[in-house]
């Protein structure tokens, strides 16, 4: 909401009127977080990125670098944006979808707060109208850029708390295969039980993969602004890593793609509100 004017800001807008300048009124900045209410007493909560320049990708002498995320390019992410504070949750899958679409014993572990797993881009594009129709809000899964931007939360480290070249403390951020897939916890585990990026966002590294908005390509060698993936294609990009997945595939420039009709264990999702 707009504060009133005071009274001298009364009487300089009418001086100003009154000899023929333009008066421009104070824009509403976005709220810092955002909740939406999404039936059965379930709700989800987002939180506001920034809108900023960073480079996407990376570097050739990164450990673990590979051919698929470079050329480094420089892109804008021109208006701020709300994420997904965690990837949605079983709990919220289900109402929104009124059912889960895994099955106990084949793809995971039953669980409200564990983030839904093995779901196609289809079904998470579904996810997205559904609660669009039903918030009012635009949502929608992240676009890769948006997504890598948000991950690194300022930074341009392997990793968003830093460059750990041995990974020695992942697993205070993530769900990884050292700490899951590897000790027999071949499932996702609960959201936010790990430290979150600056940005607020928890279980960027690891525990699900999460779809993105775009067709898989290379990158092109040019700056850009608010890019959306290939033109065309027959895979969609996912990003993130996962708790079957070591640590070099947890990194912030790692990118992999799927079919989008094909269901994986890992692949879970993340969406995004744009104000």
Known sequence: MLKPLSFLSVVLVAISGAIGASTTRPSTQPAPELTLNIGSNTTMKLVLIPAGTFMMGSPDDEKDHEKTEGPLHQVTITRPFYMGQTPVTQRQWKAVMGAASWKPGQF?????????????????????????????????????????????????????????????????????????WNINEAYPHAVARKKPNAWGLYDMHGNVEQWCSDWFGPYPGRAMKDPTGAYGGTMRVIRGGSFILPAKYCRDAWRTRNLPGRRVLDNGCRVVVLP
């Open 108 to 180: 995971g572990r039953l669980n409200d707060d564990n983030p839904v797993n093995a779901i196609t881009w289809i079904e998470a594009m579904q996810f997205c109208n559904r609660l669009s129709t039903r918030t009012g809000k635009r949502v929608r899964l992240p676009t890769e850029a948006q997504w890598e931007y948000a991950c690194r939360a300022g930074t341009q480290t392997r990793f968003y708390y830093g460059d750990d070249p041995d990974a020695d403390s992942l697993g205070d951020y993530a769900w990884y295969s050292k700490n899951s």
